[in-house]
């Protein structure tokens, strides 16, 4: 039997403190910088989208142990032209702002206490950036249906190109953007089967990316919110481009995808089935020999999965959860082979900042689907029920894929822009707490008047 070894750099920044750029990528940067000045409002998100989506996540400039990745500088930009517009003024802090805004904090002091110096500090303030400041630019520019509409063609246009390169890349075995560097120039291989990631990290941070924008372009066309001889492009393109990436996770993500937006006529009674899932789930964790979650080693449709790692990971962070349950830690090694290879988003916040990050994150998610729901039932348009509707989709393929994958690089940003929307455009539709103000500042008009 052959041993199996961990690869260098296995878990862990392989381009960290290292100045990574290529011309064609700094002129890229300075042409989005120079856009997102030249830009009307509400064009300003676009430029940071096309970086993230368009290039390589590891296109970097590192300042004195600093790095500043191309997706950071553009978050960075997008907010100070945000401040100077008035945009983030405008911002009424809700419940998700709290909560994430708490989540981060923590994880600084988390971060700071794990370290026990200024270096653990500094690289917090970095994934700070990545998340809320990326959660913010959604916040500030994505508040209504014809903003995220405008930002979904744009993704939509995005996929035709992006389609061509990941069918070259399969066909050939060499990715483009490795020019860029920080991507290989061999497309890597698992079971015979080429893996295509474009300028993605990883073919999985690819597959998801495409996976989580489809169930809202399905939800534009259902909606009939024009363009759709573009949408319907796309509807086709983004899932041969997740199945090019060959990764069981993004093809599960997709099928969710199309489960969830199947159950748009019986969305009134989500509440009763979410209660009979939770139901469901704790029937097998008593009913099976092995807890509920081992069901995820049993996952493997690309073929070569990892399903047993996944189900392992979080077995390891419950047995090892006197570890990192206060500030967390800052080895997992030691849980068993692999073990620092941290794919389970949820696992990956309680190892970063404890149980108290765990639970914002949690909650975080939850009060976003609560936000959505609400829209849902009172909205009056079809096109925004169905696009709601949508983002629901996707919010909930983000959460399972999370039981899966951790996300890292381009994917945390667009992740964190798409959460920003959600809180934004929910609050534009659902100004309940404005309105009551309104009311109870109201005189009261005299009598016989």
């Known amino acids: 039997m052959t041993e199996r070894v961990m690869p260098e750099h296995f878990g862990g920044a392989l381009w960290a403190d290292q100045t990574l750029v290529h011309p064609v990528g700094v002129a890229a940067l300075v042409a989005a910088l120079l856009a997102l000045l030249v830009l009307p409002p509400r064009h300003k998100v676009l430029p940071l989208i096309l970086i993230a989506v368009a290039l390589p996540g590891a296109q970097r400039i590192a300042i004195l142990s600093l790095d500043f990745t191309f997706v950071r500088i553009m978050i960075l930009s997008t907010l100070a032209v945000a401040a100077m517009g008035g945009q983030l003024r405008a911002i009424r802090w809700q419940l998700p702002d709290k909560l994430l805004f708490s989540m981060v904090l923590w994880n600084l002091v988390a971060s700071a206490v794990l370290s026990g110096g200024f270096g653990g500090l500094v690289t917090s303030a970095g994934g700070a950036i990545d998340t809320f400041g990326a959660y913010l630019v959604g916040r500030s520019y994505l508040r209504s249906f014809a903003d995220i509409r405008r930002l979904l063609l744009l993704l939509a246009l995005l996929s035709l190109p992006m389609l061509a390169f990941f069918i070259l890349e399969q066909l050939s075995g060499r990715n483009l953007f490795s020019i860029f560097g920080g991507v290989p120039e061999e497309t890597i291989a698992r079971n015979g089967r080429l893996r295509a ?143 620092q290879d941290i794919t389970n988003q949820y696992v990956l916040e309680g190892v970063d900042g404890g149980i108290l990050q ?21 909205t009056h348009s079809v096109a925004e029920s169905r696009l709601l509707w949508g983002m629901a989709v996707t919010l909930f393929v983000h959460s399972v894929s999370f039981l899966a994958v951790s996300y890292f690089g381009q994917m945390v940003c667009l992740f964190y822009v798409f959460t920003g929307a959600v809180a934004a455009y929910t609050q534009s539709l659902c100004p309940v707490r404005a309105v009551r103000r309104v009311r109870r500042a109201a005189p009261v008009p005299a009598a016989g008047t």
């Open 358 to 378: 765990l639970l914002l994150f949690c909650s975080f998610l939850v009060v976003l689907f609560l936000r959505l729901g609400h829209a849902q039932r009172i």
């Open 197 to 339: 990631q474009g300028p993605f990290l990883h073919p999985i941070m690819a597959g998801i990316c495409w996976a989580t924008i489809l169930p809202c372009l399905i939800a534009l066309w259902q909606g009939r919110a024009g363009a759709r001889m573009l949408i319907a492009a796309s509807i086709v393109s983004m899932p041969v481009i997740v199945l090019a990436t060959a990764s069981s996770t993004p093809v599960v993500a997709l099928m969710c995808g199309f489960i969830g937006l199947a159950f748009y006529t019986w969305r009134r009674y989500m509440r009763a089935m979410v209660t009979g899932l939770v139901g469901l789930l704790l029937i097998l964790h008593v009913a099976m020999d092995m807890p509920v979650w081992h069901l995820l080693s049993r996952i493997d449709i690309a073929g070569g999965s990892t399903g047993w790692h996944r189900y392992n990971l979080i077995q390891q962070a419950i047995n090892h959860a006197g570890e990192w349950w206060a500030f967390g830690t800052t080895a997992t090694a030691h849980w068993g082979w692999g073990m």
